[in-house]
């Protein structure tokens, strides 16, 4: 019996418990937010909802059971069934998700992550996730239980109820993980009774899309500096389930050219990471350069070495620089340049012939819509199926929302950068646009989108 058939066998008689705290939530959420409960059963939450004076409201759910239930009980809601569990409406769709209950009966780690990804999605910008779910219980009965059902489910918590049901109860810091694309705004833990009447440890977290908030008078020119923008991309970078781990890098270390006894120029070396896989790889002298003081006092509290040096200074300042490279490297910075044409003859006057550049930036069908708006279409089943953008040969410059207001990046085309190169001196000797590997798609099944559209453009040149 799967999940589904479960949950439809057992809708009549089973009755969810989770603890909607209506204080905390009106605390954020105004009333006519519109609001959407994923996994909502019978409609138990949403008709909690609508008598404290709530009435944009939607419910789904896979067990069509549970949606007949709900239709009786509670006819003046929106409940609707969602085959296979998809989230069918466009993007930024609601101002509000709740997810109650519903981690607990998705026990994988891969599917829940696509499922937060997929609520992501049809958020608003300055959306609210509402979820509340079961913890671990730290009893020496339950953790032995935990224990002898980790070995057939293979993730501790993760255990069969007597009647057949697949649940999990979660560690706290992997709930922090899983939904670290929101800023937390309220986070309580409390105790309540299971549907199959026991005592469990559970929680409630209320956050905000962190793209939601930021200064609209940054400084793009250290925009890393801005302690929202700073912190958002950290966390990102903390959690190895980014784009940045499973698509771009792969490809960027494929390119690598030999670094034995080489020096090598990172510019826009963020935290340092780069800089001392360059000297693992055998590099005789590092330079990272960065304009963010934060991130130059990461790498030189995480990424030190003897071999290494960090400079706090601007990309476009490098003609500066009184020494030659054998490499010059770069990970997705080059579209925040304004003038690429000079900078390129710039990281050409500082080569060694025979050197490489190599550098990664967002592909310009990503940075070539003037608002950001460039967007997935779904066809009706929900599968995403094509990407819209517009501008592509409208070069210049564009403001976009990531993490805060305001941050300006540079759009080019393919040929404009490429010609860029060629004019300098540089000879092209690979251009890359990654796709996402079985492993990767493995870790994040939603990556699989990216055969659409590819995310970023990777050039290796050299003099």
Known sequence: MNQTEYWNTVADEKNFTTVLDVEMFFKYVPKNAKILDVGCGYG?????????????????????????????????????????????????????????????????????????ENIRNVLKADGILYVCDFLLNSGLKRRLFYKKQQKEFGIYGTFKTYDGAIVRHHDVKYVFELL?????????????????????????????????????????????????????????RDNDIN??????????????????????????????????????????????????????????????HEKIEYLNMSMTDISSLDERFDLIYSSLAFHYVKDFDSFAKDMYSILNVGGHLL???????????????????????????????SDYNNPGERKIHWYVDGVVKYHRTVSGVINALAKAGFIIDEICEPVPEDWAIEKLPTIVKEYIKPNFLIVKSKK
């Open 44 to 116: 138990r939450i949403l008709s909690e909802l609508y008598q404290a004076g709530y009435t944009n409201l939607i419910g789904i759910d896979s067990a069509e059971k549970m949606i007949q239930r709900g239709q009786k009980e509670y006819p003046h809601l929106d409940l609707r069934v969602n085959p296979d569990g998809k989230i069918d409406f466009a993007d930024n769709s609601f101002d509000v998700v709740v997810l109650f209950g519903v981690l607990t009966c998705v026990p994988d780690d891969a599917s829940q992550k696509t499922l937060i």
């Open 180 to 236: 670290s694309d929101f800023k937390q705004l309220e986070y309580k833990e409390y105790v309540f009774a299971t549907m199959n009447g026991r005592k469990s440890n559970g929680f409630g977290f209320i956050g905000k899309c962190k793209s939601s908030t930021g200064d609209s008078n940054v400084n793009n020119q250290n925009i890393f500096d801005n302690d929202t923008f700073f912190n958002g991309y950290k966390d990102m």
């Open 243 to 304: 784009y940045n781990d499973l698509l771009e890098q792969p490809a960027m270390s494929k390119l690598l050219p030999d670094l034995k006894g080489k020096s090598v120029l990172d510019l826009g070396c963020g935290y340092g990471h780069n800089c001392i896989d360059f000297v693992n790889r055998g590099a005789a002298r590092v330079v990272g350069i960065d304009i963010s003081e934060k991130m130059l006092a990461v790498a030189k509290a995480e990424s030190a």
């Open 359 to 389: 550098f990664s930036q967002e592909h310009p069908i990503i940075t070539a819509t003037v608002d950001g708006n460039g967007h997935f279409n779904k066809d009706k089943k929900g599968n995403r199926i094509s990407y819209t953008f």
